[in-house]
Nanobody, 126 residues
Framework: QVQLLESGGGSVQAGGSLKLFCRAS?????????MGWFRQAPGKEREGVAI????????YYGASVKGRFIISQGSIANTVYLQMNSLKPEDTAMYYC??????????????????WGQGTQVTVSS
């Protein structure tokens, strides 16, 4: 079964940057329609961070990260990056990569993507 594999998490001071990477464990012969990043901090609900559609590169960002984070597709199919700049302590969370063959959304039913990774921890200290 195909899995999503995240990497790039770690600890950084406020104002710093990190770049997350996500790839599918194997190529199935088709592209996901969209991939995205979500995060969840202890005691909080999952939050949509950013999504990108593969066929036209459309991107969508959560309000709390817009202007600081950039989502981009990798050069290899079914890979995605998340460049995180000007990090704040409130960005501390487990970050999950998700993908879907039809539709992605930051909120509501469209945020229930069909495949997820195990997550990578991001910790921002003040």
């Amino acid at each position: 079964q195909v899995q999503l594999l995240e990497s790039g998490g770690g600890s950084v001071q406020a104002g710093g940057s990190l770049k997350l990477f996500c790839r599918a464990s194997e190529y199935t012969g088709s592209h996901y329609a969209c991939m995205g990043w979500f995060r969840q901090a202890p005691g909080k609900e999952r939050e949509g961070v950013a999504i990108i559609y593969s066929w036209d590169g459309r991107t969508y960002y959560g309000a709390s990260v817009k202007g600081r984070f950039i989502i981009s597709q990798g050069s290899i199919a079914n890979t995605v990056y998340l460049q995180m700049n000007s990090l704040k302590p409130e960005d501390t969370a487990m970050y999950y990569c998700g993908a879907d063959s039809v539709m992605c959304g930051l909120h509501g039913p469209e945020s229930n993507l069909s495949i997820w990774g195990q997550g990578t921890q991001v910790t921002v200290s003040s």
